[in-house]
């Protein structure tokens, strides 16, 4: 039987909506109890009511309203409006938060996550991205547009991708897919399955100097036409971009020819409203040298996508470890938004990025996994990773040489990590209307957390020396994955065990637009 | 039935014995295929056959050493030895490694594991771990030494943390426990009932001016006569010290007299063999101005621990990450052991060890999750934290000052960072003679990791537009945890992906000495 709404009830925690962006370092969560009701037909927040927490007063709501419950045995009565109840179960820890915003993540690399050896960027790409990426189709060959021209293997990857990246509660992406535009396509038409939001680039990169001879854009036109091929795939596939839309994606300024950053930046602004664009920025040393190597004209690294009108309000720089002063200054004139990988960072020893530093210049940072130079799929991962890194940075010659005393201020609270995964996503991704947050009209992309239940609290000393046995050699009571909840905790510190002890056994269900997208079973 | 032995079947990997420490950059994992057996009578390994892969030639092994399998429903022989098989099943890419030693783990503090906010040592001490830990027991009562003196709440603490330890694979850890006697006297009990390796230290920490007036231990000599009073219980609950030692365990010098530090200094020298001791060393540098501040009269840390025979081949010092040069050079003198704790390191942001440094200069390294200055329990994660810290430290100020150049060899592979969590660990508390990996006479301490089959390979393009439902909306195939494996990756790379997406997931079952102490269920 159909219903009109959805209603939650249950315990809703989110971060604040900061219309000047992350600039305090005071944040704090919000904690509603009550219900919230989504719309089936839009997916949006058409209301709230937090003092409907005891049966009593969500009755008396349901009443008011003429709501009926599509799930109870009662007949039915045309007046009534049909809705649907999901409730947290309060005695599991269980609460509603909104979804994950991953800004940066390579779809084809999925395999190789968790495989980078001791290897930084550039060796990283010959060794273990470029070889994987080429196998997602064939160069050269006739021109197709069509998913199930992708290899098989290349399907099984972004599917599983997608429904990975789903059940760490990440309900939107905005992926790198290869050069292949079969493949790519396919990515689009799987996220549009399984439900997810997704901005989906086909990668540009026609420079045979710095693309290896077996996985390159042939020429700066090819890789122009590729783009709009796909482009014009996701377009047929979701003509509003409800879920799926297109970005632009110049790999980063080595792998791409002038003439190619050229055209690529013209093409996103042909459009109204113009297209996102995603690209990679100073996230290593050398790269950052090749780069001014390469442009000696550009001012910058940054200097370079000004110059190819590359750096817009909808443009995602990934990792932005490296910029100088004026670079980041540049990025914040233009309102070009930043994705923040701290595992990739980390894991490929690029360094680590001063965060603390570009949001108080007022410039836009969400998160990344930046899945493969990230081994992780799981943007609470990225979560924990940018607090760790945070409380970090003070120790490295970069800050110390911008902030010689370090006072305690560039690190990131558990709180503002979240933000960042959320509220901050949304701004990256120019979303900050619709998503990120429970505000009444937002859509609910949503995920709802389960921590468990108290620990048990009757163990025996008996050390008769035999040991335990069955049961007992588990671990017992409540919990569903490593949160180990004591009792003692403030409902605060309850979110700070699951940042720093939760995983995806934590995300019981999640929603994209009031679809329930993934259910851990 | 009983049997004499079990013949373990299957896939073993370990890392080599490194007699001279780790000390070469090249480190390559062993992996074997055949069986292995374990006498029940102590737990040791008697021998393998890495012949004996196929089934064929395991009957022949069996006969000829006159094996029969006690789940077998044959009828009994005298002549013949019954032994249980455990096999390790190759489709779901299962396989045997040693259990993790955990060298720094502060049992009672692991209902704050995640909560630290943004503190850094001095005042988390203050804020976090000294209201926890006295709630263990109270201070100036009648003397008991009774495990059952302790509060039920104590005791549910220590028991859930010995499981989720074991349940990470960590058969074996060096406790911190508190300053109180029965509850210290509990862990011990616990662990053993358990059948967890562990080194149990009740806290010493008599000086007024540096531990709170609630948490304190009332003079030198109660913290003398209290750590006696554990030592005693220990030697009668485990007289010949099978799977649990007393560790002598002052906390660290700024909580300790000097007359306190002294007498503990001497009971650990007068026991035959010398008891073990363990503290920390140089984790922040406010503590290391602290230290130098109260003992003007000491070269240096490490030289206020020597000063008072505490810094002897038996000592776990935890951190080690603001050393000099000139402090490692007498730890590395007096054959003390370091155990590095990443995740706790980055998250109070102390800093990061320079553990290329130590192990280069032949100073003996483990790995120590240290809960809950380290929010995580699972040695794997401090496997992760310290690959990923060596991965940071070529960034920071510290490390630039000893080597301008960095070179990457600072950098810990995966492999490494596996030595440290086994081989390293044995050595750190000088049991590398018996545990750390699979060599013929050792104990067997282990862990079988299951990673899961390969993903499935028939992916639906269907784009209808009515989405996914029911099992299509859970992660498919034959993942148990986060780890995906596709198919194309060699074996090594399978171990790269369990260090960097496992979990306990992946822990099926975990033995101590031959006896099974945790089963994944």
């Known amino acids: 039987m159909s219903h009109e709404l959805t209603i939650y009830r249950g315990t809703f925690i989110h971060l604040p909506r900061l219309e000047g962006g992350l600039t305090t370092s005071k944040l704090k969560l919000i904690r509603n109890r009550g219900a919230l009701w989504v719309s089936t037909l839009d997916g949006r927040i058409k209301g709230f009511d937090w003092d409907a927490h005891d049966e009593g007063s969500f009755r008396e709501l349901m009443r008011v309203n003429g709501w009926v419950d599509v799930d109870a045995q009662t007949n039915g009565n045309s007046d009534h409006v049909k809705v649907k109840i999901v409730t947290s179960n309060e005695e599991r820890n269980e609460f509603f938060f909104p979804g994950f915003i991953d800004t940066h993540i390579h779809a084809p690399q999925y395999p190789n996550a968790g495989l980078f050896g001791s290897t930084t960027l550039l060796d990283w ?25 992708a290899p098989p293997s290349a399907l099984r990857v972004y599917d599983q991708v997608i429904a990975r990246t789903l059940s760490h509660g990440t309900t939107c992406a905005s992926y790198f897919a290869t050069v292949h535009v079969p493949a790519t396509n396919a990515l689009a038409a799987l996220a549009h399955k399984r439900g997810q939001r997704a901005f989906i680039g086909r990668v540009c990169m026609d420079n045979p100097s710095f693309c290896p001879d077996y996985y390159c854009d042939a020429s700066a036109e090819e890789s122009l036409e590729s783009t709009k091929s796909t482009i ?201 209307d619709d998503l990120g947050g429970f505000d009444n009209g937002m859509i609910f992309d949503a995920q709802l957390i389960q921590l468990g239940g108290v620990c048990e609290d009757v163990v025996s000393l008996d050390v008769s020396g035999n040991g335990v046995s069955g049961d007992e050699l588990s671990v017992r009571g409540g919990p569903v994955g490593n949160v180990d909840i004591f009792g003692t905790e403030t409902w605060e510190e309850k979110i700070q065990k699951w940042v720093w002890s939760g995983d995806d056994r934590n995300v019981k269900a999640v929603w994209v637009a009031g679809r329930m997208v993934h259910e851990r079973v």
């Not at 080429?134 to 060959?141: A, M």
């Not at 998160?367 to 990230?374: A, F, I, N």
């Not at 005393?405 to 959320?422: C, F, I, M, R």
């Open 125 to 149: 790409l010959e060794t273990y991205t470029f070889p994987v990426e080429s196998g997602f189709g064939k160069t050269n060959t006739t021109p197709s547009n069509k998913p199930e021209d």
């Open 232 to 432: 014009e795939y996701i377009h047929t596939l979701d003509p509003k971009g409800v879920l799926i839309k297109p970005i632009v994606t110049p790999r980063f300024a080595p792998t791409c020819s002038r003439p190619s950053l050229k055209a690529l930046g013209s093409l996103a602004a042909s459009y109204t409203p113009p297209l996102h664009i995603q690209t990679h920025i100073s996230e290593n040393e050398n790269e950052v040298a090749l780069v001014k190597e390469l442009f000696p004209e550009c001012s910058s690294y940054a200097g370079v996508y000004d110059n190819y009108n590359l750096l817009t309000e909808r443009t995602i720089l990934a990792h932005a470890v490296h910029l100088t002063p004026e670079e980041r200054q540049l990025i914040q004139k233009q309102k070009a938004k930043v994705s923040h990988c701290p595992a990739s960072n980390s894991a490929l020893g690029s360094g680590i990025a001063l965060v603390r530093t570009m949001l108080q210049e007022g410039i836009t940072v969400g998160l990344g996994t930046d899945v493969s130079g990230g081994y992780s799929s799981s943007i609470l991962e990225a979560v924990r990773q940018a607090c760790l890194s945070s409380r970090l940075v003070g120790h490295t010659t970069k800050y110390v040489n911008e902030n010689p005393q370090p006072d305690g201020s560039e690190k990131l609270s558990v709180e503002e990590s979240l933000y960042l995964a959320t509220r901050g996503g949304a701004d990256v991704v120019c979303m900050g």
